[in-house]
């Protein structure tokens, strides 16, 4: 993985910004730069082999601080869209992105999933994930959104078995088909998942579904 001087600075520099904020708003648990130069920027670019091999933009969602969707927006140059339902964590992005000089590269939306979903329907080549709910929640959020052979990449814990078992019984019910669950190690030696799936047709169901059912009432077959 190749990072440019630019690149570099730039991703220093949302970390300091996210750090500084964080004394004021509870942006991560993370306060330590070390411990978060790991666990979210290594973290998050850990999805950068996955999001290269697809065109277009993707959608962050449930972006928090930013991450994954700023990180990977720097090393690979696409356009993306963090949504993000708190808004005093909005405003913070927006301010980020401002800092960032990123404003015609990312933007975001204070919107809940399912209500970009009907804003710009079948419009993302990627839509990423991290530490946000189930890969059979993820699966039916991001459905809608995604263009056909789009991907929904998720970042998850190394135990994620039963998880992705309940996933993988209704992905072809929400359009998706398995590509790969693939094991990373961090430089603190936490082991951690990228798991793939990729839209292949439409959903068999009408989605998106009322807000918060995707979440409160996934499918389970």
């Given at each position: 993985?190749?990072?440019?001087?630019?690149?570099?600075?730039?991703?220093?520099?949302?970390?300091?910004?996210?750090?500084?904020?964080?004394?004021?708003?509870?942006?991560?648990?993370?306060?330590?730069?070390?411990?978060?130069?790991?666990?979210?920027?290594?973290?998050?670019?850990?999805?950068?082999?996955?999001?290269?091999?697809?065109?277009?933009?993707?959608?962050?969602?449930?972006?928090?601080?930013?991450?994954?969707?700023?990180?990977?927006?720097?090393?690979?140059?696409?356009?993306?869209?963090?949504?993000?339902?708190?808004?005093?964590?909005?405003?913070?992005?927006?301010?980020?992105?401002?800092?960032?000089?990123?404003?015609?590269?990312?933007?975001?939306?204070?919107?809940?999933?399912?209500e970009?979903?009907?804003?710009?329907?079948?419009?993302?080549?990627?839509a990423?994930?991290?530490?946000?709910?189930?890969?059979?929640?993820?699966?039916?959020?991001?459905?809608?959104?995604?263009?056909?052979?789009?991907?929904?990449?998720?970042y998850?814990?190394?135990?994620?078995?039963?998880?992705?078992?309940?996933?993988?019984?209704?992905?072809?019910?929400?359009?998706?088909?398995?590509?790969?669950?693939?094991?990373?190690?961090?430089?603190?030696?936490?082991?951690h998942?990228?798991?793939?799936?990729?839209?292949?047709?439409?959903?068999?169901?009408?989605?998106?579904?009322?807000?918060?059912?995707?979440?409160?009432?996934?499918?389970?077959?």
């Amino acid at each position: 993985m190749e990072i440019t001087k630019e690149q570099n600075a730039l991703l220093e520099k949302h970390l300091d910004l996210v750090l500084f904020k964080n004394q004021q708003l509870n942006l991560t648990a993370i306060k330590d730069k070390d411990e978060a130069k790991v666990l979210h920027l290594e973290d998050s670019l850990a999805g950068l082999e996955e999001l290269n091999s697809v065109e277009g933009e993707f959608v962050d969602m449930g972006t928090g601080a930013g991450f994954p969707g700023i990180p990977l927006s720097i090393v690979s140059g696409k356009k993306a869209t963090l949504v993000e339902t708190v808004g005093k964590k909005t405003d913070c992005l927006k301010s980020f992105i401002n800092e960032l000089n990123l404003e015609a590269q990312v933007s975001v939306s204070n919107k809940r999933i399912e209500e970009l979903a009907v804003e710009r329907p079948n419009s993302y080549g990627a839509a990423t994930a991290r530490a946000l709910s189930s890969l059979s929640s993820l699966l039916e959020l991001a459905a809608p959104l995604l263009v056909v052979n789009g991907l929904l990449i998720c970042y998850k814990g190394n135990k994620v078995g039963e998880e992705l078992n309940t996933a993988l019984n209704i992905s072809e019910k929400l359009g998706f088909e398995f590509v790969s669950n693939r094991k990373y190690v961090l430089s603190d030696r936490t082991e951690h998942r990228i798991v793939v799936f990729k839209k292949v047709k439409e959903p068999e169901v009408k989605l998106p579904r009322k807000l918060g059912f995707a979440q409160k009432k996934p499918f389970t077959n």
